[in-house]
């Protein structure tokens, strides 16, 4: 399967602080590393109000978010945009959803519903907001990834 064949998206994820303080970044990185996964863009970045508002709209009237706020900018996070086949909800699944599910990164390394290591996007809609919110195009690349060639065959086109 020749790499530029593929038909492939775009995802984001957020190596969180409490990975950055455990080391456990690089480990965190490699898992989508090792599945296939392109990446396409990666900073630090130390999140103030503001950006952490928008990206947690949808949970802003909880009552954990003050302190999920306090977590999220109490040290820097890796911003990481990574490109594959299916890639938002491969890469959902890589992170999983709770520290219960084994096999995936918050199964394997997390016990807490709010230190969960990653953030990933939900959706491909998602993905786009979150991609755009984090990252000006610049600093997303586009390159070839001669070893694609050896992660698809033909068939999974
Ligand atoms: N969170 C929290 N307390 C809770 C549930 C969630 O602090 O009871 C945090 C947790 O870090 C989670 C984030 O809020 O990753 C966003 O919540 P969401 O439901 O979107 O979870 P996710 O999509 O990250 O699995
Ligand atoms: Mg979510």
Redesign the pocket.
Known sequence: MKPEQLETERTLILIKPDAIQRGLSGQILARFEKKGLKIVGLKMMHLKEAILREH?A??VDRP?YE??AQFMSSSPVFAVCLEGQGAVDLVRRISG?SPDEFGTIRGDYSVS??K?LV?SS?SPETAAREIERFFESHELFDYRKEEWKHVYAECDA
């Open positions: 947690y949808h949970v954990f302190e999920l959803t519903v709010q969960n953030h939900d």
